[in-house]
């Protein structure tokens, strides 16, 4: 039954029996949505042992109560699956933005789960309440570009499609989902939905979500939108010096990067002049980012068709291109996205690149075209992990070691060396389709150091940025938040994707600004100077957790953690201080029911201990460990080892130091209420979040710290 | 051009009011055909006569009358003058003393009634090294008038030596060569290098040094405010960034 925020329904569905059903979502209230309800279902149903590609495993995609209520950042949903590819095997998420979140809500559902194994390809078509399993067959093998136009196509404009590319299909452990409009959601899931022979789905909804009281809900908007929106990720100074601003980001690097004479050239009808954005002047706040001219710098304004974006959201932070110099190469020319595909192709070209028509084209025309391969066949770079991977051994001699020398001398390594865009389709496509040994990349990096016998200290290099040993990197770690950065990064079975901390230290603010604001709230040393951090205390614990648990919330309501928690804000008279109460006045606006920030972080601690449990859970059945603190939160050695002409602490450095950030986890588990020997949940903790059932869990399996 | 972009208030605007949000040349071709077409069909009943037709509203508050009221009232000189600086202060303009010297043989009079005008409280100046600037405080922010004064100034050594401190004392934070050919400096790399080749060469600048990252970019930083090593430091940060040099 639908109540204001939810939906009210979840849909399950199983490809085994084609059987088609809807549940309450009442039952998962105390989990919110998101990753809450995702947790819950996959613990409940999912036995920890099963592998991803089992026909016992599911993957439940599901948003939250503020998706598709007109609150602003709201156009995202996440799914939960047991991961294919990092140590442990435990619980992993992918979070998809764009505006199929909305579509589903719409239809009238808050979640959906995935589970059983079709015999064919199939897609999964929800039209409102018409829910229907439908043929795949055509669509299988194809690319998602592809796939996702005849889907749309065949089924009505007013649909919009998500499809996992070849990646997925062929079982890579690399793999995405890709929707219409070129979201994508990570982690593996692509080869979750193809081991269940499901290419994708399509959504279509005609109905609304109830909010309880709209005229609230409009004030908190737009509230929101005059004092505390700023440009990608909340940066809340713009990066280049406006007439109304006080500050700027001298260095040019922070996310509101529309600035006066820049703009987008390929825009129709001319050049778009994206101008000053005053605090305030809502009717701008889409010109603030220029995700491209982050990217790429100036260079990026001559390939900029416009900026595009989620569903309820005034940052417009996907780029639009058209970049013509890859049709000399026959390579698509249009290409959008916001993250790693258009920033970091560069990697898989280790003898470096050359410019095309203009002076420091190189980067852009080259992530273009690989930002166009990986999409279109849904192969995921792990934040980075895969070229890095790819970049080293390349450099270091043990591509040419593993390889056979047959596939090893068919490889067209001139293409690479030549800096042409052609090498980053041709080597993406190998991988995608499990061509040659070469194609292991695509195991990520655990499992490759496994399959190559590359040992530990293949982990301990600096250049592929590991952040613990379990595969995968870090994510605004250390460089930006120093322990406590480092301590929201070792906690997740992926990278972190937390941007608590970012959107504050990386927001071109002075120093002193946001160290008042942050401390005014979590105490006085938690918040150390730019690149000169100090030993570990306590108020650094407090806010590491803050930030951990408060990156669940944003998956579980569904916000998008690039621009909440809304820490800082644009507004001098504000004296530059966002609004941490904000979610929980737009929470009681939608569903009518009084929240407070305590309730949000008891639920999101709630949820992050879920993580920690079905973690400790995993570790204990795959690795045999009792010992998570040993066997999970295991920090490389390059991450203490780097920098050797500097000390840790010393002014110029975050090279961390091994005995302060044992300590620092020490003052974490604390924190969170877990055992400091083991970094496991205790019952007193467990308890107290309703969780008693996973403390009996955790007895019964002798994890359960005494 | 100071800053080399239209600003409100400084490029003529002819009212259409017909089109008060925008105007689209294909959407007035395609009116344009449509009026030829509608020309020569059956005319159609005139609005304003429709409207002549319907029985006159009570106006319960008197607001037109007040806003005529409102219209009639002349503003001051002193007023008016608020509101040149102001509108170019929203186009990110200082006004020169000088400038309003040239077109107002009473200036001196006229600021000092501004500075007695309650109302006129948000215009504030700035002293540069070559003319006094004015602004309204309400639409330019003090920093970025100091900014727009030493640009204005047309110093250009002076300009990036002082940037270069302020953002080392400010954020603090090294300052790429690349940061003065944005917006509003729009230096050339020619202009940036002659000018660096003077900080080079006097006393005044001596504190003012440079470095190149990893990826061969150029940044200043002060040695009043932070160690070389400290400067290389953040500098790298910045262009090595999240995922490596850009």
Redesign the interface.
């Known amino acids: 039954m639908a109540t204001y925020g939810w939906s009210g329904k979840i849909l399950r569905v199983n490809f085994t029996t084609n059987s088609i059903k809807t549940e309450d979502t009442s039952k998962y209230k105390d989990y919110i949505g998101g990753m809450g309800i995702g947790y819950k279902i996959i613990y409940d149903e999912v036995p920890l042992e099963t592998h991803p590609y089992d026909e016992a495993s599911k993957v439940v995609l599901a948003m939250g109560p503020l998706t598709g209520s007109g609150v602003p950042c709201s156009g995202r949903l996440n799914m939960s699956f047991l991961s294919s590819w990092t140590k442990g095997y435990s619980i992993v998420d992918a979070h998809m933005g764009g505006h199929i979140a909305h579509a589903i809500k719409y239809a009238g559902y808050d979640a959906v789960i995935f589970e059983g194994k079709a015999s064919k390809p199939v897609y999964l078509k929800i039209d409102d309440d018409k829910v229907t399993i439908e043929d795949a067959s055509h669509i299988w093998g194809k690319g998602t570009f592809e796939a996702n136009r005849i889907l749309v196509e065949e089924n009505g404009e007013s649909f919009d499609a998500a499809t996992i590319g070849q990646a997925g299909e062929n079982l890579v452990n690399m793999s995405c989902m890709i929707t219409s409009v070129g979201n994508s959601g990570g982690a593996g899931v692509g080869a979750i939905f193809g081991s269940k022979k499901v290419k994708g789905f399509v959504a279509r909804g005609t109905g609304s979500v109830k909010i309880a009281d709209p005229k609230e809900l409009k004030e908190v908007s737009d509230y929101m939108l005059r004092e505390l929106v700023g440009g990608n990720n909340n940066h809340n100074v713009p990066a280049?010096?406006?007439?109304?601003?006080?500050?700027s980001?001298?260095?040019?690097?922070n996310r509101w990067s529309g600035?006066?004479?820049r703009g987008w050239q390929k825009a129709e009808?001319g050049f778009v002049?994206m101008?000053?954005q005053p605090v305030g002047d809502i009717d701008k706040i889409g010109y603030r980012a220029h995700k491209g001219y982050f990217d790429?710098?100036a260079i990026a304004d001559k390939y900029m068709v416009k900026v595009g974006g989620c569903s309820s959201c005034p940052i417009r932070c996907y780029a639009q291109y058209d970049i013509d110099p890859l049709a000399e190469y026959d390579l698509p020319t249009k290409v959008s996205n916001t993250c790693?595909p258009i920033?970091?192709q560069g990697?898989w070209y280790p003898e470096g690149l050359k410019d095309f028509v203009d002076e420091g084209d190189a980067?852009l025309v080259i992530c273009g075209a690989g930002s166009r391969a990986v999409d279109d066949y849904g192969l995921w770079d792990n934040y980075?992990n895969i070229q890095r991977d790819f970049n080293y051994c390349y450099t270091s001699g043990i591509l040419k070691e593993k390889l056979p020398a047959e596939e090893y001398n068919s490889i067209p390594w001139d293409l690479m060396k030549e800096g042409d865009p052609r090498w980053v389709v041709e080597i993406v496509r190998r991988i995608s389709m499990k061509e040659g040994e070469i194609s292991k990349l695509g195991l990520g990096t655990y499992l490759l150091v496994k399959e190559w016998n590359l040992g530990k200290e293949y982990l301990d290099v600096e250049y592929l940025q590991n952040v613990t040993y379990n595969g995968y990197p870090k994510?605004?770690s250390s460089?930006d938040v120093w322990q406590t950065g480092l301590l929201y990064n070792i906690m997740y079975n992926r990278d972190c994707m937390i941007h608590h901390m970012t959107n504050v230290i990386q927001s071109?603010s002075?120093?002193e600004l946001y160290k008042k604001i942050l401390e005014d709230e979590f105490g006085e040393g938690a918040v150390d100077?730019?690149?000169?951090y100090t030993p570990m205390n306590r108020n650094k614990a407090k806010l590491a957790k803050w930030a951990f648990i408060g990156k669940q919330w944003h998956d579980m309501a569904t916000l998008c953690n690039w621009m909440y928690p809304m820490t800082l804000s644009p507004s001098?008279k504000r004296g530059y201080k966002g609004d941490h109460d904000l979610d929980a006045k737009y929470m009681t606006a939608v569903t009518g029911e009084k929240w407070s920030r305590k309730d949000i972080d008891l639920a999101s601690e709630r949820v992050s201990n879920m993580l920690r449990v079905m973690t400790a859970i995993s570790f204990n059945i795959h690795e045999g460990s009792k010992n998570l603190r040993k066997d999970h939160d295991t920090i490389p050695a390059w991450v203490f080892d780097k920098e050797p002409d500097f000390k840790p602490f010393e002014?110029?450095?975050v090279k961390m130091d091994r005995e302060d950030m044992e300590t620092a986890k020490t003052m974490f588990y604390e924190e969170m209420g877990w055992d400091v020997e083991t970094g496991i949940p205790t019952r007193k903790t467990l308890e107290r979040l309703g969780l008693g059932y996973m403390a009996d869990d955790l007895e019964k399996r002798g994890l359960l710290p005494a | 051009m100071l800053?080399?972009?239209?600003k409100e208030g400084f490029t003529k605007v002819e009212k259409v009011t017909e089109f008060p949000k925008e105007i689209?040349e294909d959407i007035l071709k395609e009116k344009e055909k449509l009026s030829n077409i509608e020309s020569k069909e059956q005319e159609k009943p005139d609005l304003l006569d429709y409207l002549d037709e319907l029985e006159d509203v009570e106006d319960l508050d008197n607001s037109l009358e007040n806003q005529d009221i409102e219209e009639a009232e002349e503003k001051t000189e002193a007023e008016l003058l608020a509101e040149f600086i102001r509108i170019r202060?929203?186009?990110?303009y200082l006004t020169s003393k000088s400038s309003l010297e040239k077109e107002e043989p009473k200036l001196e009079e006229l600021l000092d009634n501004l500075s007695k005008d309650e109302g006129c409280q948000d215009i504030v100046y700035i002293k540069g090294d070559k003319d006094v600037y004015y602004y309204s405080n309400e639409?330019?922010?003090?920093?970025?008038a100091m900014?727009?004064m030493l640009v204005e100034d047309k110093d250009m050594p002076r300009t990036i030596a002082e940037?270069v401190r302020w953002?080392g004392k400010?954020?603090?934070?090294?300052?790429?060569l690349?940061?003065f050919k944005?917006?509003?400096y729009?230096y050339t790399d020619a202009q940036i290098e002659r000018a660096l080749g003077r900080i080079r060469h006097k006393e005044e600048y001596s504190d003012i040094c440079e470095l190149t990252t990893g990826n061969n970019v150029r940044y200043l930083y002060s040695t009043i405010h932070m160690?070389e090593?400290?400067a290389?430091?953040?500098?790298e940060?910045?262009e090595y960034?999240?995922?490596?040099y850009?």
């Open positions: 280049v010096p406006q007439s109304w601003a006080e500050y980001a001298p260095s040019g690097t600035a006066p004479g009808g002049d101008g000053e790429h710098g790693m920033i970091y990697a980067n980075g994510h605004h460089e071109g002075p120093y100077k730019p690149k000169h001098k002014a110029g450095t | 800053f080399g972009r239209r689209n202060s929203k186009g990110a639409f330019m922010s003090d920093n970025y900014i727009a940037m953002n400010t954020y603090p934070c090294a300052t790429p690349y940061y944005n917006s509003p729009f160690s090593k400290y290389r430091a953040l500098a940060g910045v960034g999240e995922y490596g850009r």
